[in-house]
């Protein structure tokens, strides 16, 4: 469509109203994962999607697909792959190749498929906790044996514990699922991290999945790494799972990209996904996917500064008033992993403490399962007036006690 306007604006301040359309964060409050939360007025920053405008030629993309009226059947084509092999070579400095390349409905579903595919029932899926919740429920859900490799807090930011993966490992571990970078901590994993992964899985035979939703938004100079590019034995073993949707805020129009090297792999997962029906396109996702990927540079290059001052705004504002919480700078994404155990303990509950007393809806670390005892996540993907608003109400609140 290459609809991009002379003079794009990035208007990341303005305050958009989204109790309309059944947002899951706005209007809704909860989801399947996590407790379901009431309140009158609250201010919603906990799932994962941001409160900004998409950027402008995929709104002018959608508007002109949607004028069109007519809605049918659609297909990624070479072209398709083409832009998704372009964004990550141009982006990350990965050339993957296009044969390697399969068309996904979304993250999930594909991990899904990935692991009911080449695992068993009863095999051991190595996840490492705090994480992203639904991470335990596709293991868990498709009948196979969570085996949770904690990640250690030293100074304040997280580690690989090794030793307890090649335990895991060494049990009856058959595929890890790798958060690249983690949510909730948005930890990048550095390569050196990636290769003492990658040879113990080498040494065990177990598959990586990797998750890389959250590798666009890049807040500091460490550089997203894809774990199949690390070696050739780490491309033979992987599966790499891609989307624009939340680099660009596009998660009610879903569509991914799954790169899999290995060529009996990719073939059968192929015919796996086919069987299940998931390779059709969703007509305006593959059209989002598109348009963001060969537009949206400009977009993405000015959403990330806005992104680090509310995570410096966030680090100051806590240092200042907010006593109990201690913010973890994230190295990408737009979440923000608050340290608020001692403060946890003392409320009997920070998460419920902030709902009912400040009116501050953040996601309770308690979903992310062993290890977030005590914390909560901040999504900054929102306004600074919003942010500085629940901030204040949560200042205020602590101050009460
Ligand atoms: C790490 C991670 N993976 C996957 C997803 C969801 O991906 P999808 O909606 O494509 O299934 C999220 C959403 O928050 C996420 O944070």
Known sequence: M??????????????????????????????????????????????????????EPVIACLRSAADHGIYGYTKRDRRHYEIVR????????????????????????????????????????????????????????????????????????????????????????????????????????????????????ERYGILVVSDD??????????????????????????????????????????????????RGRREKLFAVMQASFMVNANFFGRLALEEAYSSGDQWLDNLTPYIRDNIDFVCDFAAKSLPGITPMRPDASFLVWLDARELDARVGGVHRFLVEQAGVNLYDGRVYGPGGEGFIRLNVGCPRSVLEKALTRMAIALSSI
């Open 2 to 55: 290459n609809g991009k306007p002379a003079t794009e604006r990035f208007d990341f301040d303005a305050v958009h109203d989204r109790s309309h359309f059944g947002s899951a964060k706005w209007a809704n409050q909860w989801d399947e994962f996590s407790p379901r939360v009431e309140g009158e007025n609250l201010i919603s920053l906990w799932t994962a999607d941001m409160d900004f405008r998409a950027p």
């Open 213 to 262: 939703i959250h590798c666009d938004i890049r807040l500091n100079n460490r550089r997203h790494i894809v774990f199949s590019s690390i070696s050739e034995g780490a491309a033979a073993k992987s599966f790499i799972c891609t989307a624009p949707t939340k680099t660009f805020n596009l998660a009610g129009v879903p569509s991914a990209t799954l790169s899999v090297a290995d």
């Open 86 to 201: 372009s964004w990550f070579e141009r982006r990350h400095n990965w050339a993957v190749d296009l044969e390697t390349l399969l068309p996904a409905p979304a993250i999930m579903p594909s991990v899904a498929a990935i692991l009911r595919t080449f695992t068993q029932p009863g095999d051991g899926v190595i996840v490492q906790a705090p994480v992203y919740s639904p991470y335990f429920q596709v293991v868990r859900d498709n009948g196979r044996n969570l085996l949770i490799n904690r990640l250690t807090l030293v100074d304040g930011g997280y580690h690989l514990d090794l030793d307890e993966f090649e335990r895991l490992a060494a049990k009856d571990a058959r595929a890890f699922l790798l958060c690249n970078p983690h949510n909730p901590a948005g930890k990048a994993w550095t390569r050196a991290e990636l290769e003492s992964l990658d040879a113990i899985c």
